[in-house]
């Protein structure tokens, strides 16, 4: 089996080095080739795998969807980011040597892969589009230094309140499979999965295999019920407003915007977004859990 393993070795957590990584995978039985997601990566993911295995955050995992030749190859996840959504939605949870040992009993499951048009060109997602505060507070964030690893999370949540309590409605009129909505939303999201950001499960219906996407949209009035949701997100829904649909369009003017973990300033003049899915989804393996996979 042709294995690549693509290591992030600045991801968020502490975990094993590019070496030992290698050497558990070779104890596994596998016989990877290493490549760092720091280097050229790009070229080596256009090559010809039967398995990649990422070992890296939520932003590892994308770009590594994003090169992939071919959709057809599987794709592993030992989550040592510091947000792990797409792990975290897949079931893929443990330390490494656990999941490390279960790949080769390990089921495939689909992962869907949005697909973004607008201004930036062609882009393919795995977590969200958003417009508005969350995309806003990601900017604010962007190319700064990085809080401590066991903080980020908390931090990331906190500065997601500070921008929500500052924050203004904004006029959006976004059409879902031709059904046209207008409203003043503090932010909208456009999602793949149910968790985004810094590991906020903002909707408990998305669903990352069953080619649709969650719209969600917080309203005016729901600003401080939403504040107090971010103080505990896990234990209650959140005061959004959830629609479904697999066509997405919307005209995007005043507010930031993001793909993932990319963000884009407000453009200089209104751009049209189209969202749809990818045709083509992805196969991850998931390790059964302990004891389960006899």
């Given at each position: 089996?042709?294995?690549?393993?693509?290591?992030?070795?600045?991801?968020?957590?502490?975990?094993?080095?590019?070496?030992?990584?290698?050497?558990?995978?070779?104890?596994?039985?596998?016989?990877?080739?290493?490549?760092?997601?720091?280097?050229?990566?790009?070229?080596?993911?256009?090559?010809?795998?039967?398995?990649?295995?990422?070992?890296?955050?939520?932003?590892?995992?994308?770009?590594?969807?994003?090169?992939?030749?071919?959709?057809?190859?599987?794709?592993?996840?030992?989550?040592?980011?510091?947000?792990?959504?797409?792990?975290?939605?897949?079931?893929?949870?443990?330390?490494?040597?656990?999941?490390?040992?279960?790949?080769?009993?390990?089921?495939?499951?689909?992962?869907?892969?949005?697909?973004?048009?607008?201004?930036?060109?062609?882009?393919?997602?795995?977590?969200?589009?958003?417009?508005?505060?969350?995309?806003?507070?990601?900017?604010?964030?962007?190319?700064?230094?990085?809080?401590?690893?066991?903080?980020?999370?908390?931090?990331?949540?906190?500065?997601?309140?500070?921008?929500?309590?500052?924050?203004?409605?904004?006029?959006?009129?976004?059409?879902?499979?031709?059904?046209?909505?207008?409203?003043?939303?503090?932010?909208?999201?456009?999602?793949?999965?149910g968790r985004t950001g810094p590991a906020l499960p903002i909707s408990s219906t998305a669903a990352h295999d069953d080619g649709h996407f969650d719209i969600v949209f917080l309203f005016k009035k729901d600003k401080a019920?939403?504040?107090?949701?971010?103080?505990?997100?896990?234990?209650?829904?959140?005061?959004?407003?959830?629609?479904?649909?697999?066509?997405?369009?919307?005209?995007?003017?005043?507010?930031?915007?993001?793909?993932?973990?990319?963000?884009?300033?407000?453009?200089?003049?209104?751009?049209?977004?189209?969202?749809?899915?990818?045709?083509?989804?992805?196969?991850?393996?998931?390790?059964?859990?302990?004891?389960?996979?006899?």
């Amino acid at each position: 089996m042709r294995t690549l393993l693509l290591h992030n070795p600045a991801a968020g957590a502490e975990h094993p080095s590019a070496e030992e990584l290698m050497d558990l995978l070779t104890d596994a039985g596998f016989s990877p080739k290493y490549q760092s997601s720091k280097n050229d990566y790009k070229n080596t993911l256009r090559k010809d795998w039967d398995l990649v295995i990422v070992a890296g955050g939520d932003g590892t995992v994308a770009r590594a969807a994003r090169a992939l030749r071919a959709r057809d190859t599987l794709l592993a996840i030992l989550p040592v980011g510091t947000a792990n959504n797409i792990a975290r939605t897949l079931g893929v949870s443990g330390d490494t040597k656990t999941l490390i040992s279960g790949l080769r009993r390990a089921k495939p499951r689909r992962l869907d892969i949005g697909l973004a048009r607008g201004p930036w060109g062609e882009r393919r997602f795995l977590e969200a589009v958003g417009f508005g505060t969350i995309a806003k507070a990601m900017a604010h964030s962007d190319g700064g230094p990085k809080p401590p690893v066991e903080l980020r999370i908390h931090w990331g949540r906190e500065d997601l309140q500070q921008f929500l309590e500052e924050a203004t409605a904004e006029l959006f009129e976004i059409t879902i499979d031709r059904e046209v909505f207008t409203g003043e939303f503090l932010l909208l999201e456009i999602l793949n999965l149910g968790r985004t950001g810094p590991a906020l499960p903002i909707s408990s219906t998305a669903a990352h295999d069953d080619g649709h996407f969650d719209i969600v949209f917080l309203f005016k009035k729901d600003k401080a019920p939403m504040l107090s949701w971010l103080e505990n997100p896990e234990g209650e829904p959140p005061p959004v407003t959830v629609r479904r649909g697999r066509d997405i369009r919307l005209n995007w003017e005043h507010s930031h915007a993001r793909i993932d973990d990319r963000v884009y300033h407000p453009p200089e003049s209104a751009s049209q977004v189209e969202i749809t899915l990818d045709e083509c989804g992805l196969r991850v393996l998931v390790p059964l859990p302990v004891g389960l996979g006899g």
